[in-house]
């Protein structure tokens, strides 16, 4: 591997030659050797749109020459087409190397993500430096401080470019796969609107239900969850910390800054994002952060419970409820023939394990004396790692109930009504008539006796008949009398 020698402001550092990022990541790189982690590609492409929108507005504001904005405007756009392609190499020259080998600090660094911003940074200079026919290092035309920080820190870029990664990451991806599955659901429970089966609550049997409502319930956590989720990417999007710089003051940037950065990636982005009402809150904390992730914990809880359920309904086939079939995506056992298991069901169960621990994570991240002291947060790396994972196992597990369950999941119409026929809880509508204690009574006796409560009931002649059928009817007992 040949290298080549760049300089900082610690002085001279060694940097493999086909690497586009300069002395202050290279640092970084030999100080935290920690995951083998780089912070998420998210982030890093919400950067080159940051960074893109900051020079604008410098050019905007008088502060930087067109030109040098619109170099850095062309390496943000590289760097953006480079993570969106085939990952494959930013420049020529460098087709050994992946587009995130260029962004390789891991993501247990600097808690303010200075080392990243200033990746960012050298990325970005080292690019206009290609493309003005520029040797690597020369800092001509865009200066990795001068120009592409100008006007901003590490305390405003890299808080700023989590949020925007988090938002776009749950309004292209979180949103659209909750609203597949939400709709499979949907169809799901019109479909098996008919089908009367057994209810239960403790485990135990209860009232009749149909499977439809069971599955409306799904439906709705679903869309609940939705809601759930573009609240997440609001609290990110209205509270941008861009225009603070070091400690919320807005130190050597523009009044003006902060709102007209917000706008520019409203525009390029087509999400609504806006200026903190206060940069020493949006940069002392990261409760927006930790208020997102809530909302994505509670989606996960409602994945738990709709993929248990399934799992439930679908425990057998001979010991079992076996209520419904779930699909045989793959052989369930080494050693028992034939076994098949609820593999994506409890896949699912095991993404909203990992999301509740990531939201535990994020939370620790934003806590007082961990992550937020006094006028910054430095747990922020973590925090956008561990928030984007969620976002991520989130989108795909609703893709795969959907493709890999729900278009597939019949009712096992002869089960459920064997079930339905032994249920002692049919008695319920007999209460009403009879009085409470009288049904307890035949349904104890029903048990005791392995009879039904219909033959208990005609035994004791409480109820003509006729009566009795209208009574025990299973499907009107799924719905208000």
């Not at 890093?44 to 502060?63: D, M, P």
């Not at 208020?291 to 001979?318: C, H, Q």
């Not at 409820?321 to 169960?349: D, R, T, Y």
Request: aromatic share 4%.
């Amino acid at each position: 591997m040949t290298i080549r020698t760049e300089r900082d402001s610690m002085g001279e550092m060694e940097v493999p030659s086909d690497i586009l990022h300069g002395a202050s990541t290279q640092r970084a790189v030999l100080n935290f050797p920690i995951s083998g982690r780089p912070v998420p590609a998210a982030v890093i492409q919400a950067f080159a749109h940051l960074k893109e929108a900051c020079a604008a507005v410098n050019a905007e504001l008088g502060r930087l020459e067109p030109p040098v904005a619109k170099a850095i405007a062309e390496a943000a756009q590289t760097i953006r087409d480079g993570l969106n392609g085939d990952g494959g190499a930013l420049v020529s020259g460098s087709e050994g190397r992946q587009a995130m080998d260029h962004f390789p600090v891991d993501v247990f660094q600097t808690g303010s993500g200075t080392s990243t911003n200033m990746n960012v940074n050298e990325v970005l200079s080292n690019l206009a430096c290609l493309a003005a026919a520029q040797p690597i290092g020369a800092k001509n035309p865009v200066h990795p401080n001068d120009h592409a920080n100008m006007g901003q820190s590490s305390n405003d870029t890299f808080p700023t470019a989590m949020q925007v990664a988090g938002a776009e990451a749950i309004t292209r991806s979180l949103v659209p796969a909750l609203t597949r599955l939400r709709d499979a659901l949907r169809e799901k429970a019109d479909a098996f609107s008919e089908i009367v089966k057994l209810g239960r609550t403790h485990l135990m049997d209860a009232t009749p239900i149909t499977l439809g409502q069971e599955f409306s319930g799904y439906a709705d956590q679903i869309d609940k969850a939705i809601g759930r989720a573009e609240s997440a990417a609001s609290a990110l999007a209205s509270n941008l910390p861009i225009g603070g710089t070091a400690v919320g003051t807005g130190i050597n940037t523009h009044p003006e800054f902060g709102a007209k950065v917000a706008q520019r990636l409203t525009e390029a982005l087509g999400i609504s994002f806006a200026e903190a009402d206060n940069h020493f809150e949006a940069q002392a904390t990261r409760d927006c952060v930790v208020e997102a992730s809530g909302f994505l914990r509670t989606v996960a809880v409602s994945f738990t419970k709709i993929a248990n359920d399934l799992r439930w309904m679908g425990s057998g086939p001979r010991g079992g409820l076996f209520e419904i079939a779930l699909p045989a995506v793959q052989p369930g056992s080494s050693i028992m023939p034939g076994k098949v298991n609820p593999v994506i069901c409890e896949s699912a169960m095991m993404v909203a394990c990992r999301v509740q621990g990531n939201d535990l994570a994020v939370a620790l991240g934003g806590t007082g004396g961990v992550g937020s002291l006094l006028e910054l947060n430095v747990a922020m790396p973590m925090m956008a790692d561990a928030f984007l994972d969620s976002v991520g196992l989130l989108s795909a597990t609703a893709d795969m109930l959907v493709d890999r369950c729900l278009n597939s999941l019949e009712p096992n119409l002869s089960e459920i009504e064997r079930h339905l026929e032994r249920s002692l809880m049919t008695c319920t509508a007999l209460a009403p008539v009879i009085g409470y204690d009288e049904a307890a009574d035949i349904a104890k006796v029903a048990f005791k006796n392995g009879s039904t409560v219909r033959e208990e009931t005609l035994r004791r002649g409480l109820v003509e008949p006729e009566e009795l059928d209208r009574l025990l009817d299973p499907g009107s007992m799924t719905r208000p009398a």
